[in-house]
Nanobody, 126 residues
Framework: AVHLLESGGGSVQAGGSLRLSCRAS????????MAWFRQAPGKQREGVAG???????KYADSVKGRFTISKDNAENVLHLQMNDLEPDDSATYFC????????????????????WGQGTRVTVSS
């Protein structure tokens, strides 16, 4: 079975940075759409950033200019570089993979993502 494993979460002060990583075995990242989602307590899961196999990238408006998604196809690692973090960025961040769907037409719609990691917690204090 394929599993996604996130790492890199932690606690930082506002204005700080974190880099999340998502690793998997048994699957080739280069052929799939992948994304980062987040969910804060009491709130719905929301898309943060996604990347299609052709390199098309989408960001949530709330993170544009601060977060960068990237994919190392050789190492099968998905990253999310988060800079200038704000308290509202506090959430559990999940890595997700879509089989046969792309964010170009569907956007950061969680319904198109079939495989999810267990999440990594990010806490930003003011």
């Amino acid at each position: 079975a394929v599993h996604l494993l996130e790492s890199g979460g932690g606690s930082v002060q506002a204005g700080g940075s974190l880099r999340l990583s998502c690793r998997a075995s048994g699957i080739t990242y280069s052929t799939y759409c992948m994304a980062w989602f987040r969910q804060a307590p009491g709130k719905q899961r929301e898309g943060v950033a996604g990347i299609d196999p052709d390199g098309t990238i989408k960001y949530a408006d709330s993170v544009k200019g601060r977060f960068t998604i990237s994919k190392d196809n050789a190492e099968n690692v998905l990253h999310l570089q988060m800079n200038d973090l704000e308290p509202d960025d506090s959430a559990t961040y999940f890595c997700a993979l879509a089989y046969g769907a792309l964010i170009a037409p569907y956007g950061l719609n969680p319904d198109i993502f079939a495989l999810w990691g267990q999440g990594t917690r990010v806490t930003v204090s003011s």
